[in-house]
């Protein structure tokens, strides 16, 4: 099964946090990654793709970039990842909802994407793999369960070619 954790484009400063928009620059990082998502993935599995957000405006503006650009309809918002939620949560989540064999992308926030990443990939509870504004890793795994997981790919927006070029 694949999974992809993203972390949302460059956001504004302010508070509340939960409120807090991308700024333009932030919707130019979430085109590019989810460009280079949709030339990642076949066209079965852009098809089965689910998209799974943070609530907070600034994840779901990016979850919503990368489902129009792969022509998708809609994500749905988990309120259980969240930047300070637990990664255990998210795991037992994806454990629950996430094991039929559909590719999922999470769409969330530092400090959670790290540390599940980090728990995914390495199992143990202070692993962290720190992802940059719409930063994109690609994981495999047969469960969604600590330390079971392969990290196939790390891409960041500042290594993809803009659009314009």
Known sequence: MKLFVMRHGEA????PDASRPLEPLGEEEAQRTAQWLKHYLSDDEMAELNIIASPYKRARQTADIVARTLGL????????????????????????????????????????VADLVGRLVDGGPHARLPLGTADIVAL????????????RVHQSPNQIERPDH
């Open 12 to 15: 504004a400063s302010g508070t």
């Open 73 to 112: 309809s809609s994500s749905l918002a988990l309120p259980l990842i969240t930047p300070d939620a637990p990664a255990e949560s998210a795991i037992d989540w994806l454990a629950e909802h996430a094991s039929d064999g559909s590719p999922w992308l999470l769409v969330s926030h530092m400090p959670l």
């Open 140 to 151: 495999e795994s047969e469960v969604w369960a600590a330390g079971c997981a392969t990290l």
